[in-house]
């Protein structure tokens, strides 16, 4: 009896159940086949290689060789301009020449800036006022008017500066026959500020040899498309008193051309050197950068 009331009292048996997991052969297999993949996968991980060839590191390496190439332009600019300026100072120093009865109109580029000797006598009634003009400081005019030669043809001649003040009673002297010495040139460049001439209105802003001939006559009229500066040769105290008569003021025996490549060829090379050091600059922060690149997780 006490036995049968023990073994009610006793608590029942549970069954210890095992993983169903650690039986199955195919789950078994599953599970190594994916930790053989990420094993290998781990191994055979390379790091990502950055392209060189970034929109930046394309722009940095063109600008240098472009800078590089202008540079070297300018440079051959500046020998040519150098070379012309002496060409033409040479010319200046030639003794004067005397212009034919009938100039070649297609040689006269050959003969710009050398000295020429005319003798005739101004023509009054076609002066033109050439301007505005400035000349040290002061604003006014270019005085130019037909010289009739004596052979009976007309050339015309830049008698020089004058100021406003003077643009209508400017000094109309040497009716007579008088000799000067002038610099042959060719018509202005023209640029797109430069307004048309109002040959009409008596205004002209731009020397435009062949509009100023047919406006002194033409060839009707034995008038030549041929330019001449005057040259004053005469001292400082010579110039002031001319300005303040109001008798016109020629030019200087010298060469008025511009030179600026120097400067252009300082700036580009400055420019190709600094973007060519901005880029080595990037190329080592790149590299540095690819150094120190954290792994991935």
Excluded: C
């Excluded at 034919?100 to 800036?113: G, T």
């Amino acid at each position: 009896m006490f036995s049968a009331w023990r073994g009610a009292l006793s608590p029942p048996r549970i069954p210890i159940l095992k993983p169903k997991i650690w039986s199955n052969p195919g789950l078994i297999r599953r599970f190594n086949h994916t930790e053989g993949t990420q094993a290998s996968s781990a191994n055979t991980y390379r790091a990502r290689k950055d392209s060189w060839y970034t929109p930046t590191i394309l722009v940095l390496g063109f600008i240098p060789i472009f800078t590089f190439a202008l540079g070297t332009w300018q440079l051959q600019r500046l020998q040519w301009k150098t070379a012309l300026i002496e060409e033409l100072e040479e010319k200046l120093q030639r003794e004067p020449i005397i212009l034919p009865n009938r100039v070649n109109l297609s040689a006269i580029p050959e003969f710009v800036y050398r000295r020429v000797f005319l003798r005739g006598k101004w023509d009054h009634k076609h002066t033109m006022l050439l301007g505005p003009r400035t000349r040290e400081g002061a604003h006014g005019y270019h005085v130019v008017t037909p010289l009739v030669r004596s052979d009976g043809t007309t050339v015309l001649v830049d008698r020089g500066f004058i100021s406003k003040d003077f643009s209508e009673n400017y000094d109309r002297q040497e009716e007579g026959e008088i000799e000067i010495v002038g610099m042959l040139r060719t018509s202005h460049t023209r640029n797109n500020f430069t307004p048309d001439n109002r040959p009409e209105e008596g205004q002209w802003y731009w020397a435009d040899v062949d509009g100023m001939a047919d406006y002194a006559g033409g060839e009707s009229a034995n008038v030549q498309p041929v330019f001449v500066e005057e040259i004053f040769s005469g001292h400082a105290g010579d110039a002031t008193t001319r300005s303040h008569k109001g008798i016109p003021l020629g030019r200087a025996t010298t060469v008025d051309v511009r030179n600026a490549h120097l400067s252009y060829v300082i700036t580009w090379y400055s420019l190709s050197v600094f973007t060519t050091a901005m880029l080595a600059r990037l190329v080592v922060k790149r590299r540095a950068q690819k150094r120190v690149r954290p792994l991935p997780r």
